[in-house]
């Protein structure tokens, strides 16, 4: 009887990758295995011959002749052939699938967790940058057995249970699974005489005071990462980083908005009218502001420059003003008597354009509307 084409027995094309064949395989294998058909001579040939067909798939070299060929390209190569034996069904899959449950990787040198830190900064400091110290509470390596977790004068032993490779195999069912050793916890070694510092852990928490520089236009989210100031690494491994974000407080006068600034400016009604200079403040001092006849509250007026320098490059941006005209309260006699001799010699739609505007078009709405 002809022999099946090798890729129709796996279920795959003939472009699979290596993990489509090892899944392909493990899909028939697991059908037909003689463990799971007892029995069955039927389900022991497509067992043999899905067998036959990884193996040669499998290795490149023996690929690409039978691509070429077909069998004939690998018949007498050292195939399993049609009277191919199998193994056991943990044999089958703690060869195909050992990338999967561990693939029998030993414990080692990890590295350190990297950690967090919120620091809280002034507008000020934000802007112009600035050198902070900071205190981490973190693991650092042991320096009484220099990270080893032995007792000065010992060492770890190598793990009786595993041998140092720092997993075992389990059997559960069908599946021959890789585990972490229970008795070394995937390290390999056992420490007998642990340190008396550390306790055999080979860290310590330890609060470190470190030295942050702040760069010049920040702001709430940035990060700044402190290179190897993380936790230390178990076993020797390296250690993680600290991540230091920015948090920038709520100032009394300005807004900030990427790299303009904005602060609200209350002005009298007078000055709203007649005009006049006001004191602006600006984080490099103050400056003066000309505020022209007629300003209405709202109003935006713009200093150029006198915003942020982003952190990032680019020119600064600019301090935005807006202008709030401020009722006047607490009004003496005199002071009601002259507003209403002023209002009364304020007639037409000169004096209040917007006003006028807005009750036309009030009365327009209305008029408009069927009731």
Request: proline share 4%; hydrophobic share 30%; with cysteine.
């Amino acid at each position: 009887m002809a022999k099946r084409d090798y890729y129709e027995i796996l279920g795959v094309s003939k472009t699979a990758s290596e993990q489509e064949l090892k899944k392909a395989y493990r899909r028939v294998a697991m059908k037909y295995h003689p463990d799971r058909n007892p029995e069955d001579k039927d389900a022991e040939e497509k067992f043999k011959e899905a067998s036959e067909a990884y193996e040669v798939l499998a290795d490149k070299n023996r690929r690409a002749a039978y691509d070429q060929f077909g069998h004939a390209g690998v018949e007498g190569a050292g195939g399993m052939g049609g009277g191919a034996g199998f193994g056991s069904f943990s044999d089958i899959f703690g060869d195909v699938f050992g990338d999967i449950f561990g693939g029998g990787q030993r414990g080692g040198p990890s590295r350190g967790s990297d950690l967090r830190y919120t620091l809280e900064l002034t507008l000020e400091e934000a802007v112009r940058g600035a050198n902070v110290k900071i205190k981490v509470p973190t693991l650092v390596s042991c320096k009484t057995c220099d990270g080893s977790g032995a007792k000065a004068g010992t060492k770890a032993n190598t793990c009786t249970t595993c041998g140092g490779h720092g997993q075992v195999r389990m059997q559960q069912g069908f599946f021959s699974v890789q585990q972490t050793c229970p008795t070394c916890r995937g390290k390999g070694k056992v420490i007998t005489d642990p340190c008396g510092d550390c306790r055999g852990h080979g860290r310590i928490e330890e609060t470190k005071t470190l030295n942050v520089k702040v760069p010049p236009g920040v702001d709430t989210g940035d990060r700044i990462r402190l290179s190897g100031e993380g936790e230390a690494g178990a076993d020797g491994g390296p250690s993680g980083d600290l991540y230091v974000q920015v948090s920038v407080k709520e100032h009394e006068f300005f807004q900030r908005e990427g790299r303009d600034l904005y602060c609200e400016v209350p002005i009298s009604i007078i000055d709203a009218c007649l005009g006049g200079e006001l004191e602006v403040p600006t984080l490099d001092g103050r400056v003066k502001l000309k505020v022209p006849e007629g300003t209405q509250t709202g109003k935006l007026f713009r200093l150029r420059g006198k915003g942020v320098t982003p952190v990032r490059g680019g020119p600064a941006g600019d301090l935005l003003c807006r202008v709030a005209v401020e009722t006047p309260v607490n009004l003496t006699n005199k002071q009601k008597d002259l507003l209403r001799e002023l209002q009364a010699s304020m007639t037409g739609d000169k004096h209040s354009p917007k006003q006028t505007s807005w009750f036309e078009g009030m009365k327009n709405f209305f008029g408009d509307m069927k009731l």
